[in-house]
C-alpha cells in the first residue's frame, strides 16, 4: 500500500511507502543516509569528488568538518541546486533514482561576539532541500533487484546548523547537529464503498538530530591537518496498522529505520602552496554495525493468531574510502578544480538466497570551476559548477537452492517452492519466483551535476 497522508504536528509531506509479501512478509527499505553524503554539499567540494576535511571553509563545513567554520571569511549567504541522473542496470533494465534533484542553501557568520571572542566564533547552516516534501521512506521486498546505496538516499530533507570555534591561531574545533524527523503512528484501512481497499494514515513526526564533530590544526604554514566524526544517524519507523477486510480486523505492526548513515570516522591532510591545495581525505565507517533495510511485521490473524516475518540476515560490511581534490587559481577570478574518490561497498558480494541487494565498489570522478567577482563595496560574487560521474564496478549474482530439510538463514539460500508431485511433470525440479535466480548481473553509473552561488554580505 502507498500513502501519502497528512501528518500531525505541521509536516504535511513525507511519504511512507510500504510493500508487504502475502500481507504478512518482510519488506527492504531503500533509505539509508542524505543527498549530501552520496553527492556533496555545493559544487566547492562536489567537484573535488567530497575531499576537504582539513581545507573546508565555507557553509560545506557543516557537513565535511564543523572545524571548518571557523576559517569562514565574514558574513555569506550561498544558494543553488544539484541533481543526478542513474545508469544503474540490473541485467539489461536501467534503475532510476526517485528525487534525483534538489535546491542548496548556506549561510555562514561570524558570531556578534566581543572582547577576547572577537571573530573566534563562527556559526554555520548546511541545508539540502526536496522540491516537494520532507522525506521519503520506501520499504521493498526483500527479494527486489535495487541499489540501496543510491536509490533512496537522495530523498530527504538535509538540514545542518553548525559552530566552529578558532582556539589559537593553529587550532579550530567546531560541531553540527543532523536533523530530521522521525515517524510513529497509525494506519486504518478498511473496505470502502466500492469495496476497494481504503486507508487513512496519521503519523507523529518528532525530531531527532546527531552529532558531526571535528577540528583541524595548522603544524606549518602550508600543511593543515584535520579529523571528523559523524554519528551513527537513523530515522525510526513504527506504525501500528489497523485493517478491516471482509468484516474481519487484521492488525499489522511494522518497525523499521531509514535514512541511515554508519558511524563514520575521517581524516584529512592539505598542502597549501599559495594559490592552490590539494587535499586527501581517508574515511571508515561502521556498515557492519547495521542491522539491515527491513520492515519488520508482525500481525495478528483471525483464526491463525499472531505472526511475525522472517527477515534475511544481511552481513554488511564496514567500508573504507579515499578522496584526493585539489583547486588552483589559473586567472585572476577562475578557479580550476578536480578529484577523484574511491569507496567499497558495504553490500556482501556474495548472496545466495532472497536478497537481491545491487552495488560494487565505486569510483568517483569529479571536475568543477569557480568564478569569482568583486562588487561594489568590495563584496565578492562567486559561482561554482561541477560534475561528477560514479562509476560502480559490475557484480554478478548467483543463487543457491537449498538441498530438501537442510536448515539455513534465507540470506544463504532459496527453497523449492513447490513440492514435487510424480503425477504432475510442471512440479518436477526447481520452482523458483526470486526475480535473482539462477543469477543476474548489475552495475553501472550515476551522473551528478550542480551549481552554486555565493554571496558576500
Not at 26 to 40: D, L
Not at 94 to 114: C, F, K, Q, T, W
Request: no cysteine.
Amino acid at each position: 500500500m502507498s500513502n501519502a497522508p497528512p501528518v500531525r504536528g505541521g509536516h504535511r509531506h513525507v511519504l511512507v511507502v510500504v510493500a508487504l509479501v502475502g500481507g504478512v512478509g518482510g519488506a527492504a527499505g531503500t533509505s539509508h543516509a542524505n543527498p549530501a553524503e552520496v553527492f556533496g554539499l555545493g559544487s566547492r567540494r562536489a567537484g573535488q569528488a567530497g575531499a576537504g576535511i582539513a581545507t573546508v571553509d565555507d557553509f560545506a563545513a557543516t557537513l565535511i568538518n564543523p572545524a571548518g567554520l571557523a576559517r569562514s571569511h565574514g558574513k555569506a549567504v550561498t544558494f543553488g541546486g544539484q541533481g543526478a541522473v542513474s545508469n544503474l542496470r540490473v541485467d539489461d533494465r536501467r534503475l532510476p533514482l526517485s528525487d534525483p534533484a534538489g535546491a542548496i542553501v548556506g549561510l555562514v557568520a561570524p558570531a556578534p561576539l566581543g572582547g577576547p571572542l572577537a571573530d573566534r566564533v563562527h556559526i554555520g547552516l548546511g541545508m539540502y532541500v526536496l522540491p516537494g516534501g520532507i522525506a521519503r521512506i520506501v520499504a521493498r521486498v526483500p527479494s527486489e533487484p535495487f541499489y540501496p546505496y543510491y536509490q533512496g538516499r537522495t530523498e530527504r530533507i538535509v538540514i545542518l546548523p553548525g559552530v566552529g570555534v578558532r582556539l589559537t591561531d593553529r587550532l579550530e574545533v567546531g560541531a553540527t547537529a543532523n536533523f530530521l524527523a522521525g515517524l510513529g503512528g497509525g494506519i486504518q484501512a478498511g473496505e470502502g464503498a466500492t469495496r476497494a481497499l481504503e486507508a487513512r494514515v496519521d503519523e507523529k513526526v518528532p525530531t531527532i538530530a546527531r552529532v558531526i564533530a571535528g577540528a583541524t590544526w595548522s603544524p606549518l604554514e602550508q600543511l593543515r591537518v584535520g579529523a571528523v566524526f559523524r554519528q551513527r544517524f537513523e530515522v525510526p519507523f513504527a506504525t501500528a496498522a489497523e485493517i478491516e477486510v471482509a468484516g474481519e480486523p487484521i492488525d499489522l505492526d511494522l518497525r523499521a529505520t531509514g535514512q541511515f548513515t554508519p558511524t563514520t570516522f575521517g581524516a584529512g591532510v592539505a598542502w597549501l602552496p599559495g594559490a592552490a591545495e590539494v587535499s586527501l581525505d581517508l574515511s571508515y565507517a561502521r556498515w557492519s554495525a547495521y542491522s539491515g533495510p527491513f520492515v519488520a511485521v508482525k500481525s495478528a490473524l483471525p483464526l491463525v493468531g499472531p505472526l511475525a516475518a522472517e527477515l534475511p540476515t544481511v552481513p554488511w560490511k564496514d567500508t573504507f574510502a579515499a578522496r584526493l581534490g585539489a583547486e588552483a587559481t589559473i586567472a585572476p577570478g577562475v578557479i580550476l578544480r578536480g578529484g577523484y574518490g574511491f569507496e567499497t561497498s558495504p553490500v556482501p558480494a556474495h548472496q545466495p538466497g532472497v536478497t537481491n541487494l545491487l552495488d560494487g565498489n565505486k569510483h568517483t570522478v569529479a571536475a568543477g570551476i569557480g568564478l569569482v567577482q568583486v562588487r561594489a563595496g568590495g563584496k565578492a560574487v562567486r559561482i561554482d559548477l561541477h560534475a561528477q560521474a560514479q562509476l560502480v564496478q559490475g557484480r554478478r549474482i548467483d543463487k543457491r537452492i537449498f538441498a530438501a530439510g537442510e536448515d539455513g538463514d534465507s540470506f544463504d539460500g532459496l527453497r523449492d517452492e513447490v513440492i514435487d508431485d510424480p503425477a504432475v511433470p510442471a512440479t518436477q525440479g526447481a520452482q523458483i519466483s526470486n526475480p535473482g535466480y539462477p543469477g543476474l548481473d548489475a552495475g553501472g553509473q550515476v551522473f551528478a551535476g550542480g551549481l552554486t552561488v555565493e554571496l558576500e554580505l
